[in-house]
């Protein structure tokens, strides 16, 4: 095959892997602006509501690109697999909490912090060496940190920014477990997840008929912006390399204040958009800086 024709595959691979990824990113920065036009439903009916819907969707999913080795994935999940449910459960839960208790430009930019922690559980956890530029950027992000959980408390969310914090943890020890395990199939612990959030939620719960706007907003939020999210970003990520993979992801803590404030007005404080453009920016740091060395 002439080198030209494969050039252009390879590059037509590539725009549909950065496509893929951008999509579910968009998806995901959608999250806010959701939980705020479900004003009327309380945090756990949502969970309940979104993580059924979430786990409908990606069992769909599931059969329909793997077929009977779907469900014998199920069969073969082991203790790893569990784990990284665990954290997709307090993940999952945290998110809607935090987001009824504190500004979304707060919660999408402290959950933002995931990488940042997981290089830093992987220097304590795995003795990984990590750069100069690690450094410089958990610092950076532990500073914006403290500036928009101060500006918090002093206008009483700073729950609400703990319960972010809680996600980004969560999201950093399953980086750390899938990284010792790359060949996992997560789709299944994820959906298993989501069942099981679902089955925590439900006897907090209210099961009082929704309005048809409530109703279809709650089932995008699982299946849509949660679901079709992470089958987009997972059939974008084989695609593309890693730091590739990673520099779209930074798209969701920028762009999930920006629909919240078009459509709502809700706009963060002074304080907050400091923090927030100094975790932003270790953020970038960090994942451009990978991307040049390949390690962090």
């Not at 199920?74 to 990284?84: C, N």
């Amino acid at each position: 095959m002439p080198d030209d024709v494969t050039h252009a595959g390879s590059k037509i691979v590539g725009f549909k892997g950065v496509s893929l990824v951008i999509a579910a990113a968009l998806l995901w920065s959608s999250g806010g602006l959701i939980v705020r036009l479900l004003h009327g439903l309380d945090s756990w009916t949502i969970v309940f509501w979104r993580s059924l819907s979430a786990f409908a969707f990606l069992a769909i999913f599931g059969l329909w690109t793997e077929g009977v080795g779907y469900l014998r994935a199920f069969i073969r999940i082991g203790p790893t697999t569990l784990g990284i449910a665990a954290c997709f459960v307090v993940a999952s839960i945290s998110l809607v909490v935090a987001l009824k208790l504190t500004s979304v430009a707060d919660v999408v930019i402290l959950m933002s912090c995931a990488p940042l922690l997981a290089a830093l559980l992987a220097r304590i956890v795995l003795g990984e060496r990590l750069r100069a530029f690690a450094w410089i950027a958990l610092t950076g992000s532990i500073a914006g940190a403290v500036i928009m959980v101060w500006d918090s408390y002093q206008h009483g969310s700073v729950v609400g920014d703990l319960m972010a914090m809680c996600i980004a943890l969560a999201q950093a020890v399953a980086i750390i477990l899938f990284r010792r395990h790359r060949n996992l199939n997560l789709i299944p612990g994820i959906n298993l997840a989501m069942l099981a959030a679902a089955g925590i939620a439900a006897p907090l719960a209210s099961f009082a008929p929704m309005a048809l706007v409530d109703t279809g907003l709650v089932g995008f939020f699982g299946a849509g912006q949660l679901g079709l999210g992470l089958a987009l970003f997972a059939s974008g990520a084989r695609l593309i390399p890693a730091a590739q993979t990673a520099m779209y992801g930074v798209l969701e803590p920028v762009i999930g204040p920006v629909w919240v404030w078009l459509a709502l007005g809700e706009q963060p404080s002074p304080a907050g958009l400091v923090g927030g453009a100094t975790v932003i920016a270790a953020l970038m740091l960090f994942t451009f800086a990978t991307m040049r060395t390949g390690a962090a």
